[in-house]
């Protein structure tokens, strides 16, 4: 069974730092892209980055650039979302999810998601 | 950023009603379009892909349609677990980005 597997729930105050996990099951985790899609309370979704493990390219959203780091460790089939200094408005709802490879090319939507990591910072 | 917009962004319904969630590129997307449903406190779930191929394990009640930059998600008799908030999302330029959601509640 292909599982996104996230870390547990957090609990920061501004200006700490934050690694939040995403391990992966049930496929090749160095073929297929990792994305992160942020979510605040009550709110819609964002898209905010992407690392393709094989080779550990990434993309991110330019609104997230520079705000956060996305890596992944292929010894342990996992991904990341690192901030350095956690403000306020990083509380929110992170999802890592795979883009599926139903179309040819890299146009695909998220096929497989994590249950979600809360970031609460106060 | 290409803006997705969605409407209406809540609508009330009863089971068994045809439902139509429209959703507008502000630029051309081609068919690079998908739809998510995301019921509370769970992760989005993959619904459609390529504007108007069903996931797979996915009801077929559930339909999509458009290309260029008009789209619609229609769900043709709607269930008790289809209340849900409906997503769409283009994945046709970096980055991709979702529409506001549109909340489907019970009648």
């Known amino acids: 069974e292909v599982q996104l597997v996230q870390s547990g729930a957090e609990v920061k105050k501004p200006g700490e730092s934050l690694k939040i996990s995403c391990k992966v099951s049930?496929?090749?985790?160095?073929?297929?892209?990792i994305g992160w899609v942020r979510q605040m309370p009550g709110k819609g979704l964002e898209w905010m980055g992407i690392?393709?493990?094989?080779?550990?390219?990434?993309r991110y959203s330019p609104s997230f650039q520079g705000q956060v780091t996305i890596s992944a460790d292929k010894s342990i089939s996992t991904a990341y979302l690192q901030w350095t200094s956690l403000k306020a408005s990083d509380t929110a709802m992170y999802y890592c999810?795979?883009?599926?490879?139903?179309?040819?090319?890299?146009?695909?939507?998220?096929?497989?998601w994590g249950q979600g990591t809360m970031v609460t910072v106060s | 950023d290409i803006q997705m917009t969605q409407s209406p962004s809540s609508l009330s319904a009863p089971v068994g009603d045809r439902v139509t969630i429209t959703c507008r590129a502000s630029?051309?997307?081609?068919?690079?379009l998908n739809w998510y449903q995301q019921k509370p406190g769970k992760a989005p779930k993959l619904l459609i892909y390529a504007a108007s191929t069903l996931q797979s394990g996915v009801p077929s009640r559930f339909s999509g349609s458009g290309s260029g930059t008009d789209f619609t998600l229609t769900i043709s008799s709607l269930q008790p677990e289809d209340f849900a908030t409906y997503y769409c999302q283009q994945s046709y330029i970096s980055p991709p980005t979702f529409g506001g959601g549109t909340k489907v509640e019970i009648k």
């Open positions: 690392i393709y493990p094989g080779d550990s390219d990434t």
């Open positions: 049930g496929y090749s985790f160095t073929s297929y892209w």
């Open positions: 999810a795979r883009r599926g490879v139903m179309v040819r090319g890299d146009r695909n939507g998220f096929d497989i």
């Open positions: 630029q051309s997307i081609a068919n690079y």
